[in-house]
Nanobody, 125 residues
């Protein structure tokens, strides 16, 4: 499955953005899908994920209550709605998918087989 991430750009602190991750070649059915981000000079970190069942979602503590991950199966797209943005949210955001990801590993980047190209989000203070 090929992934295309989009929707990044410049935002002000307190603002909102929505990222999209669209699959080509197949649907997300049976795949766990997650968003990771990487700030300059830092490791890539988990942000949010949807389990393979499609019914459970997970968030890092730093975004819980501010970000929402959702899926639209008809459009083969997973979204990341980001509200109350902070400068610390700045980074390149990557979507990832895997059909062997178990829920306990959903925050582990090594569990995913497919990655999008990344989209840059810059939050100014």
């Amino acid at each position: 499955v090929q992934l295309q991430a989009s929707g990044g750009g410049l935002a002000q602190a307190g603002g909102s953005q929505r990222l999209s991750c669209t699959a080509s070649g197949r649907t997300f059915r049976g795949y766990a899908v997650a968003w990771f981000r990487q700030a300059p000079g830092k490791e890539r970190e988990f942000v949010a994920g949807i389990a393979r069942s499609g019914s459970n979602t997970y968030y890092s503590d730093s975004v819980k209550g501010r970000f929402t991950i959702s899926s639209d199966n008809a459009k083969n797209t997973v979204y990341l709605q980001m509200n109350s943005l902070k400068p610390d949210d700045t980074g390149v955001y990557y979507c990832a998918a895997g059909n062997r990801v178990i829920e306990i590993d959903i925050n582990m980047k090594d569990a995913y087989d497919h990655w999008g190209q990344g989209t840059l989000v810059t939050v100014s203070s």
